[in-house]
């Protein structure tokens, strides 16, 4: 019975070539990474196993030493993306933590707007939405693939970001990394709409009225400031909130333990000290899901499978970067997950 149920679901899936390419590409990416962590039991619907099968027939050395379910679950999500459409929650959410702009940027392929700036102490999200150049595009249209779409992700990506000090210098971009969010979906307004992602390794780089400029790259070296296209002032840093945790519930499953857990509307950050149990061998964190979850039992999204992780003499830090920004009020707790345990910390914010 279930032997034809499947054939009826397989028989009936119809991917374009489009869509296999997208799939296929996030496959061959993530085959790349070292997944050093336990990985979850994916519950997937029929539909979706048996396209698995279909696409992993055909892509056999990628689907080796790659944890298949994680991967395809993850390839799959790029077909129902919902990043391009900001929806009223979101903007609700730029209005309470974020800054306000509408800087529009001139490029030679499209028109740039940057609609907002949410900033905690070591993350910036830069949502913008472009208008391609020339002839209107129809909405729903995705680009991905066409030279166009290309061109204007090179544009947008060779775009310099830096901090400008009280000398007026442009320096600060040494202490920035940048990660481009751009969906290829032409927005019924007939807009792009992505995000900005800027980290910055120093803490006090970022306080209100610091400003921020936008420069535009040299044509003949992109890692050249030409001149500077935009600027705009920080005004509101979104506050980070602690979560009360047992740290001894962490060190009963040989855990290192932690000794500071704190959340933004971008980013959870845990700290702690590498330490030797009574064994003498303890786990760090990083090795574990860590996840984000929201009352309405949904999880939020990280623009990673695995969270980044520094160390520094026998003190570490764990960071989750979100892929879009959360209303702390909307979040239930974190969940720290192994193969032997399940362990529940509460957000509670007054």
């Given at each position: 019975?279930?032997q ?5 679901i397989?028989?009936n ?14 496959l ?17 619907p029929?539909?979706t196993?048996?396209?698995c099968?279909?696409?992993?027939a ?30 009223e ?8 933590y ?13 028109t740039i707007?940057l609609?907002?700036a ?16 020339g ?10 693939g ?6 204007i ?9 830096c ?5 007026g ?35 006090e780089i970022?306080?209100p009225?610091?400003?921020m ?9 992109s ?16 506050e ?30 845990i ?8 064994l003498?061998?303890m ?15 949904t999880?939020v999204?990280?623009?990673s499978?695995?969270p980044?992780s ?13 892929d ?17 345990f ?9």
């Amino acid at each position: 019975m279930k032997q034809e149920l499947f054939k009826e679901i397989y028989n009936n899936i119809h991917l374009d070539s489009k869509q296999k390419e997208r799939i296929l590409n996030c496959l061959e990416k993530e085959n790349h990474k070292i997944q050093a962590k336990p990985q979850k039991r994916f519950h997937i619907p029929a539909i979706t196993a048996c396209a698995c099968i279909i696409l992993l027939a055909a892509v056999p050395v990628l689907a080796a030493n790659t944890p298949v379910l994680d991967r395809i679950t993850q390839a799959f999500a790029l077909l129902n993306s919902h990043e391009a459409q900001l929806t009223e929650e979101q903007k609700n959410i730029y209005t309470k933590y974020g800054n306000i702009l509408g800087n529009k940027i001139k490029l030679d392929s499209c028109t740039i707007t940057l609609e907002a700036a949410v900033c905690d102490e070591i993350l910036m999200c830069i949502p913008f939405s472009l208008e391609p150049e020339g002839e209107a595009l129809p909405a729903n249209k995705d680009i991905y693939g066409t030279m166009l779409y290309k061109k204007i992700q090179n544009e947008i990506g060779n775009l310099i970001f830096c901090f400008k000090n009280t000398e007026g210098r442009q320096d600060w971009e040494d202490y920035l990394g940048k990660f481009t969010i751009l969906p290829s979906e032409i927005q019924e307004d007939g807009t792009l709409k992505g995000c900005y992602l800027i980290t910055y390794d120093e803490r006090e780089i970022i306080k209100p009225g610091v400003i921020m400029q936008v420069n535009l790259p040299d044509k003949q070296d992109s890692f050249t400031a030409r001149e500077t296209a935009s600027e705009f002032t920080i005004n509101k840093i979104a506050e980070s909130y602690n979560i009360p945790f047992n740290k001894e519930l962490l060190l009963s499953q040989g855990l290192y333990p932690a000794t500071n857990m704190e959340i933004s509307p971008l980013s959870l950050k845990i700290d702690g000290t590498k330490t030797k149990g009574k064994l003498g061998f303890m786990s760090n964190l990083f090795f574990y899901d860590i996840t984000v979850e929201l009352k309405d039992g949904t999880v939020v999204e990280n623009l990673s499978t695995s969270p980044r992780s520094c160390e520094s003499g026998n003190t570490y830090s764990i960071f989750q970067t979100f892929d879009s920004p959360v209303n702390i009020e909307d979040v239930a707790g974190i969940r720290i997950e192994g193969k032997d345990f399940n362990l529940w910390f509460p957000v509670e914010v007054e």
